[in-house]
């Protein structure tokens, strides 16, 4: 079924950013998924967060791969660039587009299916290279266009629709990025929108890859009893508050018990709140052992659980040019045989 465009009405009575839009500025046609999917939840999310982030929506580029998900970009930022993708290959899509300009916001939505299953290299590769790219993965632990199929993210135990148990151990994109060497690593859940909001704004923020895993129940095929990507069994482990703080207001900021601040590249601050004894956000090993413990005791923590400024991104590590390739003239990009032999002699 085709989506249905909503008017674009303009409005004295709402608010507007820094930038001067409002937030139907960010919005997109109405869905066309099922009533009450978390994808609609985390898409109006990632709605308010771009409003809040002031970013001017002709600067994002949205892609995704195949399954629910991906259709999400098309509810959000009408006047937005957009890529749909086939089944796993968002990433890299992702990455030769940043290759080509590297001042855009690159926006990735994908499954827990099309991430974990046959986009897990991808995405492996795109953590290892720190493409400077936000990769959120509507995770709710079934292929929800196939019936219901456990997913790679299914935990044991959980109980399908039909009545199965899955028995296999499951891919958490947490704990597989935090080995591989992610520089931003966070967990939200669609039915928590105050929750949310904060972490895509963090990850907005963060210069490089920003892998923010959302659990976004599948009213249809997941949401029943037994299953542990419900939004009943989901709402019980909400352990931790992150807040983005403009550059302008970081002035105020006062310091107190359990809370860390960390700055981030662009000004402003990412403020860590409600953080348990002992937790440092920014070490691996602390984060490590935080969600190791977790795991043994059957339960899924949410927040920014890990965050790390300082390595380069992808095209700091490779020293290309800070000038978009795009935007290069021809006389650079093919400078010619001449220069090309010069090249070649220079290396003998």
Same mark, same amino acid.
């Given at each position: 079924m085709p989506s249905i465009a909503k008017p674009v009405i303009a409005s004295?009575?709402?608010?507007?950013?820094?930038?001067?839009?409002?937030i139907r500025d960010y919005e997109g046609p109405m869905s066309t998924l099922c009533a009450g999917?978390?994808?609609?939840?985390?898409t109006a999310a990632l709605v308010q967060a771009?409003?809040?982030?002031?970013?001017?929506?002709?600067?994002?580029?949205?892609?995704?791969?195949?399954?629910?998900?991906s259709k999400t970009p098309t509810y959000f930022l009408r006047g937005a660039h957009g890529f749909n993708s086939v089944h796993g290959r968002m990433v890299p899509i992702a990455t030769g587009a940043n290759a080509?300009?590297?001042?855009?916001?690159?926006?990735g939505i994908s499954g827990d299916g099309d991430a974990l299953s046959i986009g897990l290299g991808h995405l492996s590769h795109g953590i290892r290279r720190n493409v400077h790219m936000v990769h959120l993965i509507e995770n709710n632990g079934v292929y929800g266009l196939t019936k219901g199929q456990f997913s790679p993210s299914a935990d044991v135990g959980s109980?399908?629709? !039909? %009545?199965?148990?899955?028995?296999? #151990?499951?891919?958490? =994109? *947490?704990?597989?990025?935090?080995?591989?060497?992610?520089?931003?690593?966070? !967990? %939200?859940?669609?039915?928590?929108? #105050?929750?949310?909001? =904060? *972490?895509l704004e963090a990850a907005i923020a963060h210069r490089g890859f920003a892998l923010v895993?959302?659990?976004?129940?599948?009213?249809?095929?997941?949401?029943?009893?037994?299953?542990?990507?419900?939004?009943?069994?989901?709402?019980?482990?909400?352990?931790?508050?992150?807040?983005v703080v403009p550059p302008q207001e970081t002035a105020a900021l006062s310091a107190s018990d359990q809370v860390v601040d960390?700055?981030?590249?662009?000004?402003?601050i990412i403020r860590f709140r409600s953080l348990p004894s002992h937790y440092d956000p920014t070490d691996r090993r602390s984060v490590a052992a935080y969600l190791e413990d977790h795991a043994q005791r059957?339960?899924?923590?949410?927040?920014?659980?890990?965050l790390d400024e300082s390595v380069p991104d992808v095209h700091e590590r490779a020293g290309s040019t800070a000038v978009p390739l795009n935007e290069l003239p021809y006389s650079v990009l093919c400078p010619g045989a001449d220069a090309l032999r010069a090249l070649q002699d220079a290396r003998y």
């Open positions: 004295l009575i709402l608010e507007r950013n820094a930038i001067g839009l409002t999917c978390g994808h609609d939840s985390t771009l409003w809040r982030a002031s970013v001017w929506p002709h600067r994002v580029v949205k892609l995704s791969g195949i399954g629910c998900s080509a300009n590297r001042d855009l916001l690159y926006l109980r399908s629709h !039909r %009545g199965e148990h899955n028995t296999l #151990a499951p891919i958490d =994109p *947490i704990r597989l990025g935090l080995s591989l060497g992610a520089t931003f690593l966070a !967990r %939200g859940f669609s039915g928590d929108k #105050a929750h949310l909001v =904060p *972490i895993d959302v659990i976004s129940p599948c009213v249809q095929f997941n949401n029943h009893v037994g299953s542990t990507k419900s939004y009943a069994e989901v709402r019980a482990h909400q352990l931790q508050v992150t807040d960390v700055a981030v590249p662009g000004g402003g059957g339960e899924v923590p949410t927040g920014l659980l890990y």
